[in-house]
């Protein structure tokens, strides 16, 4: 039985506090150093197979035309107000020197040249998109080879070549491309030492005790530790997405001291009962320890089902994060009942300060009336609920399917540089982009295309192409001597991000280019960034049902057998898609409507980061499971020793309400500190995730949840006969555990007979 394996290593884990604390610190310090020796970098892949984008991106290889590799591009403007590159002055000669010092850093394969251009004539530099109409901005674009060839150090060459010719030259110069986007620095650090931070202030809140609160932050460090770093290992032999670690310390951080914080809660109860530290420890374990372990399951379960999406690097960054769960839920059986029984009995009492705070808050009370009071308070508005659960039941769904009617217009897209804060030189880069050529001038694509023998099939391409609406501009054809396969970089006349651009990936693919082709041999395919994650974008919506429909039964089938009930799992899966889906809504609203969205530093609206969605019903499924495992086992304790729902479902929400809570607020506290991080992405998860856990630990956890179990009465508990005999009893750790440590028997089960 679970219960009793956790028991057996939870209390051999307190009784040896120093030994399991010494075996973590040699496992992190293996870690580091793996990922010091062994690492490798994160790169974003964002092909799949048989996407059209993809198609295109083994043509380009195949043509080793070099665009299949990384850029960036030098944007400058003369500082000046009254000079123009179309002067044979300090300005051009400014940008003969940028040019020529661009081209010398190292892994540069090439530049444009703007200043032949300009030398062949201005209308020459304005035809091949390289120096703005008015003459006032040019365009150095640097092509560099493939992800795995580069590292932060050309990106940190290329930012400290600009900052030494700002200071030299009388241009203004800002910086793009996505060698910015592959390389440029996250900054998770901060994220998460905001999170942990506030973490600890309502720990100390909810126990009144720096000892209590520091436990399951140190056990978070240590589990962050072991499940980040090798995620760098990873990268060594497949392509991990830099938002790998970002959202694993995000998920991390939130589920770690999630976890500890049931275990220690429960512990700390059982101290109060007067058992001894190291027994406490080991039965803490033994019954918070199956919901967490249980819970922690179902959030990797969910995160791997990514795999169905058949896209590579969503399986793999679901791969990476459940990593870290894995890691946080092998800590909090394991090195937290080790902090537990090294701290001895000095968690069974809060410490000076905390007493004081407690002594205010709860209006000068003492003994057990203090302690009592938060759980009464609690216990008042549950049977409040109980006692009407139809409106409460309707009204709180009524609100959630409100919040939920923005998924309706959901758009996913790329958020492109226009998206990041003025501060960013990539946003300043983007602007003066937008400012002289055009918004598609930041996101071109690049069509591929391999004539197969047909001499006139590049001309009637070209001729296609560019009358297509969309379509502003077109660099002149490149084609491989060798192979005879031709790129075409294509401007599209909206913003990378916008729906338009969209259509026309969709217009030239279904419309233009087969029509220019014929029915001969040759083919011809759309890439380039935005055609890569349009491309994604339809893959995830179209398997989103199927990853929904398995998450969903995987989740019932497992809440069946840790409950042993019907409709307990149903109304805990409807329950959750309540709550995801108004979190979608929520941010459907702050991201392509902008609403609040100033709050997190958002200056522009985005649509929604086309494999978000499915990222996040992943994580949020899982987590908002924690939640439901962790108030369901005490719930059917209470139900199996009185037999009574009403009373059960008083006493067990009433009896988690404290701990959820202060287990929601430390999430939502974690997950905001990243949705103000610049990156869009980050945001987007930080506040979808932070909105999901608010919700579902307040209007699903307080409200639907005691009011549809009380509509529901004890049919909540009803199993079919011939299933009751089929599963496996004790899965949950909850038929037994409980009533050994008080003395009570279970005294009733409701089977259908």
């Known amino acids: 039985m679970l219960s009793n394996a956790l028991l057996r290593l939870g209390g051999g884990a307190a009784r040896h506090p120093w030994r399991v604390i010494a075996a973590w610190l040699v496992a992190a310090t293996l870690a580091v150093l793996a990922a010091i020796a062994f690492g490798g970098r994160t790169a974003d892949s964002m092909t799949a197979p048989g996407l059209d984008s993809q198609r295109a991106a083994e043509l380009i290889e195949r043509a080793g035309t070099g665009q299949e590799g990384m850029t960036a591009q030098v944007v400058v403007t003369p500082l000046d107000g009254a000079a123009t590159f179309f002067d044979h002055g300090s300005a051009r000669t400014a940008l003969t020197r940028l040019q ?28 091949g998109g390289l120096v703005s109409a008015d003459g006032r901005i040019a365009v150095v674009r640097v092509q560099y080879p493939d992800q795995s060839r580069l590292s932060a150090e050309d990106l940190d060459a290329l930012v400290d070549l600009g900052d030494r010719l700002r200071a030299e030259l009388p241009l203004r110069i800002e910086m793009g491309g996505n060698l ?20 600890a202030a309502i720990l100390f809140l909810a126990f009144g005790s720096l000892v209590a609160a520091a436990l399951p932050i140190g056990m978070a460090v240590f589990g962050l530790t072991v499940g980040v770093a090798p995620m760098t290992v990873l990268a060594r032999v497949t392509d991990v997405p830099t938002f790998a670690p970002v959202l694993g310390s995000m998920v991390g951080l939130g589920v770690g001291i999630d976890y500890a914080l049931f275990v220690l809660a429960r512990h700390r109860e059982y101290l109060a009962h007067g058992l001894d530290p190291h027994e406490a420890a080991g039965r803490a374990v033994a019954t918070a320890g199956p919901p967490v372990v249980f819970a922690g399951g179902t959030v990797v379960v969910s995160i791997l089902g990514l795999a169905v999406a058949n896209v590579p690097f969503m399986t793999v960054g679901g791969f990476a994060v459940s990593i870290v769960v894995l890691t946080m839920v092998f800590a909090s059986v394991t090195l937290l009942p080790a902090f537990l029984g090294a701290a001895g009995a000095r968690l069974g009492r809060a410490g000076r300060i905390g007493r004081a705070l407690r002594a205010g808050r709860l209006g000068r009370r003492r003994g057990a009336a203090a302690g009592a009071a938060p ?58 982009v937008a400012e002289g050529f055009g918004p598609g001038t930041n996101g071109p694509l690049v069509i591929a295309a391999d004539p197969a023998g047909d001499p006139g099939v590049l001309d009637r391409l070209v001729e296609a192409v560019a009358a297509d609406p969309g379509i502003a501009s077109l660099a002149p054809t490149h084609i491989d001597r060798a192979t005879g396969i031709a790129t075409l970089l294509v401007f599209p006349t909206t913003s990378p991000q916008d729906k338009a651009t969209a259509d026309t990936i969709a217009r030239l693919r279904t419309d233009v280019l087969p029509t220019a082709i014929g029915h001969g041999p040759a083919r011809a395919h759309v890439g380039g960034a935005a055609a890569s994650l349009s491309d994604v974008g339809r893959r995830t919506s179209q398997r989103l049902p199927v990853f929904v429909a398995a998450v969903l039964a995987m989740s019932f089938l497992l809440l069946m057998l840790v409950f042993r009930s ?36 958002l200056e522009a609206t985005v649509p929604i980061v086309s494999f978000i969605p499915m990222f996040l019903f992943a994580i949020l499924f899982g987590l908002s499971m924690d939640y439901e495992v962790f108030l369901l086992s005490r719930v059917r304790e209470e139900y199996l020793r009185t037999g009574d729902n009403g009373t059960a479902i008083v006493e067990g929400v009433s009896g988690t309400a404290r701990i959820i809570t202060s287990a929601a607020l430390i999430m939502v506290a974690v997950f905001l500190s990243f949705a103000v991080a610049e990156d869009p992405s980050t945001k987007m998860f930080g506040l979808g995730l932070a909105t999901a856990i608010f919700i579902d630990a307040t209007v699903v956890r307080m409200v639907l949840v005691p009011a549809t179990m009380t509509l529901l009465g004890r049919t909540n508990w009803w199993l079919p006969k011939w299933l009751a005999r089929t599963l496996p009893r004790g899965t949950a750790g909850t038929d037994d555990t409980d009533a050994e440590s008080t003395g009570e028997a279970p005294r009733s089960r409701l089977v259908d007979r």
């Open 375 to 432: 759980a009464a308070g609690w216990r008042r508005w549950i049977g409040h609920v109980s006692r009407h659960p139809v409106p409460y039941a309707i009204g709180a769904a009524g609100l959630l399917l409100t919040a939920t009617l923005p998924v309706l217009g959901l758009r996913v897209g790329l958020p492109d540089d226009g998206s990041l804060p003025h501060s960013r030189t990539e946003r300043r880069a983007y602007d003066l």
């Open 180 to 199: 910015f986007y592959a390389f440029s620095d996250p900054g998770g650090g901060a994220s998460e030492l905001i999170g942990l931070l506030a973490a």
């Open 100 to 127: 020529t010092e661009v081209k010398r850093l190292p892994h540069v394969l090439g530049t444009t040249d703007p200043v032949g251009a300009l030398d062949a004539g201005g209308d020459t530099a304005v035809r």
């Open 566 to 601: 019907i409709l307990v799992p149903l109304k805990a899966v409807l329950l959750n898609l309540l709550s995801i889906g108004a979190a979608y809504g929520i941010m459907v609203a702050v991201f392509q409507w902008g609403w609040a969205g100033p709050l997190i530093g």
